[in-house]
């Protein structure tokens, strides 16, 4: 997301803005959804629990479906370019 975001003209500097102007470019429609995705990732980095794996797990179709239309939308970028 970063690169297509330089690519495009655009430096952002912070996941947040990253997320922020992919979802401008309609790279991703919803930048809420990945700002979930990065909180979730930060509480499981230093705690090892059976709720923070739970909570993992609760949220990985939801991932899932989000590289997948990541994914798809940077394949058309890249298939005009």
């Known amino acids: ?3 297509f975001c330089e690519k ?6 912070t996941l947040k803005e990253i997320f922020q102007e ?3 470019s309609g790279l991703i429609s919803d930048p809420k959804r990945w700002f979930r ?3 979730i990732r930060n509480i499981t980095v230093h705690t090892y629990n059976e709720k923070n794996v739970e909570l ?3 949220i990985f179709d939801d991932f899932s479906n989000a590289v997948d ?5 940077l394949e ?4 005009g370019a």
């Open 56 to 58: 993992v797990i609760s």
């Open 69 to 73: 239309e990541l994914i798809k939308n």
């Open 22 to 24: 992919a979802a401008i």
């Open 8 to 13: 495009a003209g655009k430096t952002p500097y």
């Open 37 to 39: 995705f990065i909180e």
């Open 76 to 79: 058309k970028r890249s298939d």
């Open 1 to 3: 997301m970063k690169r």
